[in-house]
């Protein structure tokens, strides 16, 4: 009989999925697993029983030691995938000898010390590569919940001399042979949030941003699906990079037939460099499978966002409905005018009130002023604090912008102290919308930032920041002449947290452009974002579906702008931009001064609306989905109250309109479905648009209707224009 060696393994295991890592001795752990929970029929969980080098016969023309994939790939001992590690050092001689020669350019690391943090649940790994003198600590985290696994690895150089780390995984992580297409994020200004779907080849697929922010352009994660997989069901694999600045990430076929997925800081030439003892700490990588389809991978991401957003005190109050200054009044922010407007948002039922651009001192235009952090004194002579009264006496919060990392050189700032933009010595400064960056690594930066910010929050009851960074970076050198876009980041974070630590009532806003700085490293600190600048409610449609795949709705900024919109000139009625912005946290962006009655009263029943249904639309489960006939449909709630809004995107292509299939009921189920309306708002209709099937959805016990009925055939729809939405509560019933 043959007898199998009984291998070592690692295992952590959560509601519905499962890890397993094998150990062999002197290696680094093996991956062996990482998808659906596994269960054994003992009903204890399972794991393999077999070393995975004895089920793996070695092909011809190879070397005589097979190296799987392991947690920790590393070049130049027998691994040719992407390594996990690019890093040498250079070996001094002696003196005038001619030869630094590179040394430590491979690793591999044969030693791995094993710490429990919670059973089956956090463990750290440290492993060690005598050698090259490394240790490489990774820690890996799954969350017994939410099905997230949450990875980040740290070297440190033990030898004597400097380590040039070029590439420092954050996690690597395996993906089943099976998978096909990997669906990641492009974008642009005014277009974050563009779906790129990719066939998975032999060809490395790889996506990086050098632009020194998380960027509108590459979203630092994906999803990778397997055949079949739909927004609903199928088993589907998911990755973020937490972190704001420059990121890498690469999805590599292996021999074995599996991919590789690495994640990590995109390290810019020498920003690795790591003196005798120094560590390189990498962001945190977000990771979870569902076999529940992307809806279900969305659901995951959402409890694991929840579980880090600082709200204070530890709980989200109700999302206040805002009101934003800047497509109203751009730059032209004067007292009088800006107080009108107040109170006219204070009679629409808005919540916070927040002074976009334009309030700090020589603030006209874009091409002055940033750095400037003090009240302009020609538009508020006796600062700011008249207008927060007169907010504040109104029942509304007061929230501000700034753009603290940004200086144009048309500031005082600037004039006093030019050394402290972000530079590199003999190369010419490169300005972006008339600005430049400052190096808020340098303490008397933050510290004077710290200072400016701090006065007029303590002055003035200032709840809110809209904190914005409208630039890409560039020629970003430290004043010693290395390369800073790490260190911007983490001064940014430093800054967000002094900030919030000495305000512990602030909420921050993060605004990138618009969703130019969107991950899970800033909402450690922020508590919304800003998703993007456009918000043309036919745009904003696909920019929040794709949002929502990692975010959840409470802190997806959506705000309804004016029937125009200002960044594609289309025009949309108000119940369809309120419809499209009221799944997000809702807010106004129009100069509300000029509404017409009717207008003002539509807009305030939405905004009442909102008031009812918020609870239901955040902190709940969200659904996506597309349908033929130009539908996009999103539920959000729990399992026994949903709230669905159909948008009908393109007129129909039908005489008579299709059902909507709606999978994510219950089959076993009974649902009371009501129309929801806004109060005195009939919904938009086509000619010939009345049936007494939805008068019915507005009686007060609506229409009583089977689950498998819904799921299978579906939701009748009323024939109505394009760019309109149908709203629907379904209540399971007893
Ligand atoms: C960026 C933001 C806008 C606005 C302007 C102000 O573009 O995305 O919402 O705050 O800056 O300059």
New binding site residues.
């Given amino acids: 009989m043959t007898t199998l060696t009984a291998p070592r393994f690692i295992s952590l295991h959560s509601r519905h999925t499962s890890v397993v890592l094998e150990l062999p001795d002197n290696e680094a752990p093996l991956w062996r697993y990482w998808g659906p929970r596994l269960q054994s029929a003992t009903h204890r969980p399972a794991s393999a029983s077999f070393a995975l080098r004895e089920a793996r016969p070695l092909p011809s023309f190879m070397l005589d030691f097979d190296q799987p994939l392991s947690l920790a790939p590393s070049f130049g001992v027998g691994w040719f995938g992407q390594s996990a590690l690019l890093a040498h050092r250079i070996q001094r001689t002696a003196e005038g000898s001619g030869s630094n020669p590179c040394v430590d350019f491979a690793q591999a690391f044969t030693d791995c010390q094993v710490t429990w943090l919670k059973h089956e649940q956090e463990v750290a790994l440290t492993l060690t590569d005598q050698v090259a003198q490394l240790s490489l600590k990774i820690e890996l985290k799954l969350d017994p919940d939410s099905d997230v696994l949450v990875l980040k690895s740290s070297l440190q150089n033990q030898g004597h001399s400097a380590l040039n780390v070029q590439w420092l995984a954050a996690a690597t992580l395996p993906i089943p042979g099976r998978a096909d297409t990997v669906r990641s994020y492009a974008g642009q ?1 005014n277009h974050e949030f563009l779906l790129q779907a990719d066939v998975l080849s032999r060809s490395q697929w790889r996506r990086e941003s050098r632009r020194g922010r998380t960027s509108h352009d590459t979203f630092p994660g994906a999803v990778v699906t397997t055949p079949g997989a739909t927004e609903n069901a199928g088993l589907v694999f998911g990755a973020h990079l937490a972190w704001s600045g420059n990121h890498q990430q690469t999805i590599e076929w292996l021999h074995d037939g599996q991919y590789q997925w690495q994640l990590g800081e995109w390290l810019a030439p020498g920003e690795g460099m790591l003196a005798a003892g120094a560590s390189l700490q990498t962001p945190e990588v977000v990771a979870t499978c569902s076999t529940r389809g992307l809806n279900g991978l969305a659901s995951n991401f959402h409890a694991e966002l929840r579980a880090r957003l600082p709200w204070a005190k530890g709980q989200m109050r109700p999302r206040p409905v805002h009101l ?1 200054t ?2 109203g009044f ?2 032209d922010v004067h007292p009088e005018p800006v107080k009108a407007l107040a109170t006219a948002a204070a009679a629409l039922g808005i919540e916070r009130f927040v002074l ?3 309030w700090f001192n020589g603030r006209h235009h ?1 091409r002055a002023a940033l750095g400037d952090w003090w009240p302009d004194a020609s538009k508020f002579p006796q600062g700011l604090g008249t207008l927060v009264e007169h907010v504040n006496s109104l029942g509304m919060e007061f929230g501000l ?1 700034f ?1 603290p990392e940004m200086v144009n050189p048309d500031s005082e700032l600037y004039r006093a102290h030019p050394d402290w933009a972000l530079q590199l010595k003999g190369r010419p400064l490169i300005t972006a ?1 008339n600005q430049l960056v400052l190096d808020i690594s340098r303490p008397e930066v933050s510290n004077y930032l710290f200072q400016k910010m701090d006065a007029l929050l303590s002055a003035h009851p200032i709840r809110y920041i ?1 904190w ?1 960074h ?1 630039r890409d970076l560039t020629t970003a050198g430290l004043l010693d002449g290395s390369p800073g876009y790490r260190a911007q980041v983490q001064a940014a974070y430093a800054l967000m947290a002094r900030l919030g630590a000495a305000h512990p009532d602030l909420e921050i806003e993060s ?4 969703g130019g700085r969107i991950d899970f490293g800033v909402l450690r600190y922020a508590h919304r974002v ?1 998703t993007s ?1 456009c918000i043309d409610a036919m745009s904003r449609i696909t920019i929040q579906q794709g949002f929502l795949q990692f975010f959840p709705p409470e802190i997806m900024g959506s705000h309804v702008g004016s029937a125009k919109a200002h960044t594609t000139g289309r025009t949309q009625s108000l119940a369809f931009r309120a419809a499209v912005a009221m799944t997000g946290h809702l807010g106004v962006e129009l100069d509300a001064r000029h509404l017409t009655d009717t207008e003002a009263t539509e807009l305030k029943a939405w905004i009442a609306l909102y008031k009812q249904l918020r609870d239901h639309l955040h902190q709940s489960q969200v659904w996506r989905g597309t349908h033929a006939d130009g539908l996009v449909w999103q539920a959000h709630g729990h399992g026994d109250e949903l709230l669905l809004f159909v948008y009908r995107t393109q007129p129909t292509n039908h005489r008579y309109i299709p059902a909507l299939p709606l999978p994510m009921l219950d089959t076993y189920a009974c649902y009371q479905v009501q129309e929801i309306l806004p109060e005195g708002t009939v919904r938009a209709t086509g000619p010939h648009s009345t049936a007494p099937f939805f008068d019915a959805l507005n009686d007060p016990q609506g229409v009583e209707l089977d689950g498998s009925w819904l799921v299978h055939s579906g939701l009748p729809l009323p024939r109505a224009p394009a760019e309109t939405v149908f709203m629907v509560r379904l209540r399971r019933m007893a």
């Fill in positions: 200004h934003n800047w497509e751009y730059f976009d651009d334009g874009d912008w753009e919308r809209k914005d409208n605004c990138s452009g618009g800003w600048d």
